[in-house]
């Protein structure tokens, strides 16, 4: 406690991502020794240079720190001097979509190899509650003969970070945090309560953890409503940006969700699913969290099945049309491909045999089934080529009224495009002049029994 108090603790971050890396800038900011870990020695010798691969962190931001109260290596010794540590690290969904926590296991049993009596431990991974009792308490309890909350001690703290966003970061985002223990919670407390305006104590690790599950589990299923909404507006011909706006005007009672093309990066695709993995354990099934999961992982398909019909009006076949791709990140304004729609939406145009080509301008490259695919200039005759162009993810940095002028056929699945004029449909099955919405006799043909997902 008298170390954090006086900004002498050494601090140690595990897998420096989006995540882990915004936490160890803070913390060397804020006076702090850190040390960040991570296997992937690229990240390392970027970070050792002066240069950020996270966009929300600048590159002098770790210019000004590195080298002198932030260092990069990729190997485990540091932990021997730290008194504490952050493990920020990827917890995906394996191929039969459960919850894949092998990387959690593999730093404790690193942790283990180093760690001294009197270290604090905290997971800020993304998981199902029980995680951070099960993996880290009782492993290092079992390992090492320590009992936590006496010999070493153990939170749960979620990540609360929003790649993009220009108003809140991890410095001025409320910060949850669970112990073990009451002491061990007081220790969290009290570091991130150092570099972070507003840390709010649960009452255990599970707690925490669960809050974290809620949050985005609340964001998936609002989300696949809205979804599930423009599917059904899309087959009674009525516009439903149109309705969200309307009814946004509402000052009360009403928060406003978007439909897009799916869901993606690390949070909402995958959160819910943990905790509905769990659920089961206990005997409980979250039949919103299936359906929301159901509904969001088809949107891809109905991505597809729109630019068939699109093209279909236009007398060309999907087979051999030339597609033009906008943006392949998974949102706006980051470098994150992470469970991008964008990215099924691409193999789904090339399984049909269609010419795909993308841009966007912070995804230069990207493996597709093993080949490496690079982005296209962004040109007027690049747009002029493409028998339809296709917005995916609504970057603020690209040129909207250059695409809608050159575009013989505009797909926006954002509706970014609003305030423009051009021959834009709109996902949903509507064309707009401007601000003018008008329904498309292409979506007035065969709706009777019409499967949005073929």
Known sequence: MQKIRNRTATAVVIGLGY????????????SYLVYGIDIDQDKVDQLQSGKSYVSDIKDEDIQTLIHQRLHAVNEFSSIAEADVVIICLPTPLNKTREPDVSMISSAVASIIQYVTKDTLIILESTTYP??????IQKVIEDEMGWKAGKDFFVCYSPERIDPGNRKFNVKNTPKIIGGISPVCAELGAQFYGSFLQEVIPVSSTAAAEMVKLLEN??????????NELTLMCDRMGINIWEIIDAASSKPFGYIPFFPGPGIGGHCIPIDPIYLSWRAKMFGFHNKFIELADDINSNMPRYVVSQITDILNEYEKPLKNSNILCIGMAY???V?????SPALEVFKLLQQKEANVTYYDP????????????YSVELTSEAIAEADLVVIIT???SIDYPLIVENAALLYDTRNVTKPLEGNIMLLGGHKRYGNTF???EIFQTDMEGRDSFD
């Open 19 to 30: 995540v882990g890396l915004s936490v160890a800038v803070e913390a060397a900011r804020a």
């Open 130 to 135: 029980g995680t951070t009792e099960e993996l």
């Open 217 to 226: 589990t609340f964001r998936s299923v609002n989300i696949a409503l809205v």
């Open 331 to 333: 949102k706006k304004d």
């Open 335 to 339: 470098n994150d491909l992470r469970e």
């Open 362 to 373: 912070h995804i230069p490259h990207f493996k597709n089934d093993g080949q490496m695919v």
């Open 394 to 396: 609504d970057h603020s």
């Open 438 to 440: 008008l329904r498309d």
